[in-house]
């Protein structure tokens, strides 16, 4: 059976880094193929949990093809080539399908809050870089700017190879109104970008999510992902709702922070972070251990 570029599952990859704060391929291979085998079924690396702003484009474009490498066809791999700068964002798009991504992804542009027709302009420059599926990432909390639903349909008119939303706006009206707009039948993909709202999200429509909670319970996440998909809305909704305190404990900091933290917890070795991101303090660890020693995962990962 062919790969499904688009998948249900994917895993928002954490960067690993070494003693010396350079990226640890290995490590980050080694991750992507261990979650492969247990329920993510594709990958977006160089994203925001991984720590993108610190990335260089040589690295994102290493990233992705050690992690090519590692699933070898078992799951799909998305590079984020997205940032502020449209240029920039296009350059980077345009090397994503030779270093072995099946897809890209591009969130919307921060800091500079551009209006809607400069966000549907530069999306649709990254679209026209490159022949990959592009999945458009919009997280209004983190870019100040909310890409509307009617903007995002005049994109898809506009550039056919735009074919999937990671939807991070929390706003499951707009989310519904995507759906109307650029339904499932026809092919277009909605991703909630938020692990505790892939269930209500998939009730309108969604696909699955791209995920930092597969991290740590890729096999459970999956399951519920599942369950939406097939109408198996009872198990779907118990073990969505059993996973939300791992979910608050994940985010009760910055993210990827509390994420490579639990992963080191279970004994897998993240490494550390790159500045301005930091150490959690005390009682972040203690809500973050709280939240794995509740699911019973303490020591559960291999490294």
């Given amino acids: 059976m062919a790969l499904d570029v688009h998948g249900r599952v994917l895993t928002a990859l954490i960067t690993p880094f070494d003693g010396d704060g350079r990226v640890d391929l290995g490590v980050a291979a080694d991750l ?14 160089a994203g925001t949990t991984g720590e993108a702003p610190t990335l260089s484009a040589e690295e994102k474009l290493d990233l992705c093809r050690a992690v090519r490498r590692a699933v070898d066809g078992r799951a799909s791999v998305w590079l984020n080539a997205g940032s502020y700068d449209t240029a920039e964002s296009a350059r980077l798009a345009a090397e994503a399908q030779d270093s072995g991504a099946d897809g890209v992804m591009a969130v919307v542009p921060y800091y500079n809050r551009p209006p809607q027709r400069g966000l549907q302009l530069h999306f649709a420059a990254i679209a026209k870089a490159t022949p990959l599926p592009v999945m458009v990432y919009n997280v209004p909390a983190r870019t100040g700017t909310n890409l509307l639903p009617a903007t995002l349909a005049a994109l898809v008119d506009e550039a056919p190879n735009v074919t999937a939303c990671k939807e991070a706006s929390r706003d499951l009206e707009q989310v519904a109104e995507i759906c109307r707009l650029l339904p499932p039948s026809a092919g277009f993909r909605v991703y909630s970008g938020d692990d505790g709202l892939t269930l209500p999200v998939m009730a309108v429509g969604g696909a699955g999510v791209v995920s930092v909670a597969s991290h740590i319970v890729p096999e459970r996440v999956a399951e519920v992902v599942r369950c939406c998909a097939t109408g198996e809305w009872e198990r779907a909704r118990a073990v969505h709702l059993a996973l939300l305190p791992l979910v608050r404990a994940l985010f009760c900091t910055t993210n990827p922070i509390p994420v490579k933290v639990a992963l080191r917890m279970c004994g897998f070795p993240a490494g550390g972070f790159r500045p301005p991101l930091c150490e959690p303090g005390e009682a972040e660890r203690q809500t973050i251990l709280r939240g794995l020693e509740a699911q019973g995962l303490l020591g559960a990962l291999r490294a």
């Fill in 32 to 45: 992507a193929r261990s979650l492969a085998a247990r329920g993510s079924d594709g990958f977006v690396v």
